[in-house]
Antibody
Framework: EMQLVESGGGVVQPGGSLRLSCAAS????????MNWVRQAPGKGLEWVANVNQDGGEKYYVDSVKGRFTISRDNAKNSLNLEMDSLRVDDTAVYYCAKSWVGAGGTRRFDLWGQGTPVIVSS | IVLTQSPATLSLSPGERATLSCRASQSVGSYLAWYQQKPGQAPRLLIY???DRATGVPPRFSGSGSGTDFTLTIRSLEPEDFAVYYC?????FGGGTRMEIK
């Protein structure tokens, strides 16, 4: 069974740091683009960052550039998100998601984890 | 690219037909996906490339459209279909349509 399981969420003060992890199983992790997508309380979905199969390409939404770092370890089938300088508006459930990327950059998120909550509050 | 979904909320009864709209601010070809999200759960891929059903998705769900205008249709609503639906292209998501029981 294909599965993604996130961990590492919690409560942190503004300006603090947190590291999220995602454990993948049941599919070829090393062949897959991987993403972090977040959802603020009562709000819609926002793509945060992604990384290509070998970790050589990384992209971020503008609001997290310079503060968040996505990384992967294909030997351990794991995806990480290092979050620094956290702000109140980073409060959200963070989902790990596998994406299928096709010709012309078409992309769909075909497998999601259950999410891990991050609360930034003083 | 901005994806605008309408209506924001749709109130229907089980057995009725649901029509959800997603409009893109510029052409996205046929590269549009739809997701269903139930309370407390992760989103689930329903439709990709505008009209292809994902694995395990019931045939009552169908997608259509191309360019800037897309539609998700649910032929006869089941109780488990009442949820929030999002459209997506590349790294952009629409704001969602909440489908509630009338």
């Amino acid at each position: 069974e294909m599965q993604l399981v996130e961990s590492g969420g919690g409560v942190v003060q503004p300006g603090g740091s947190l590291r999220l992890s995602c454990a993948a199983s049941g599919f070829s992790f090393s062949s897959s683009w991987m993403n972090w997508v977040r959802q603020a309380p009562g709000k819609g979905l926002e793509w945060v960052a992604n990384v290509n199969q070998d970790g050589g390409e990384k992209y971020y939404v503008d609001s997290v550039k310079g503060r968040f770092t996505i990384s992967r370890d294909n030997a351990k089938n794991s995806l990480n998100l290092e979050m620094d300088s956290l702000r109140v508006d980073d409060t959200a459930v963070y989902y790990c998601a596998k994406s299928w990327v096709g010709a012309g950059g078409t992309r769909r998120f075909d497998l999601w984890g259950q999410g891990t909550p991050v609360i930034v509050s003083s | 690219i901005v994806l605008t979904q309408s209506p924001a909320t749709l109130s229907l009864s089980p057995g009725e037909r649901a029509t959800l709209s997603c409009r893109a601010s510029q052409s996205v070809g046929s590269y549009l996906a739809w997701y269903q999200q139930k309370p407390g759960q992760a989103p689930r891929l329903l439709i990709y490339d505008a009209s292809d059903r994902a694995t395990g998705v019931p045939p009552r769900f169908s997608g259509s459209g191309s360019g800037t205008d897309f539609t998700l249709t649910i032929r006869s609503l089941e109780p488990e279909d009442f949820a929030v639906y999002y459209c997506q292209h590349r790294s952009f998501f629409g704001g969602g349509t909440r489908m509630e029981i009338k």
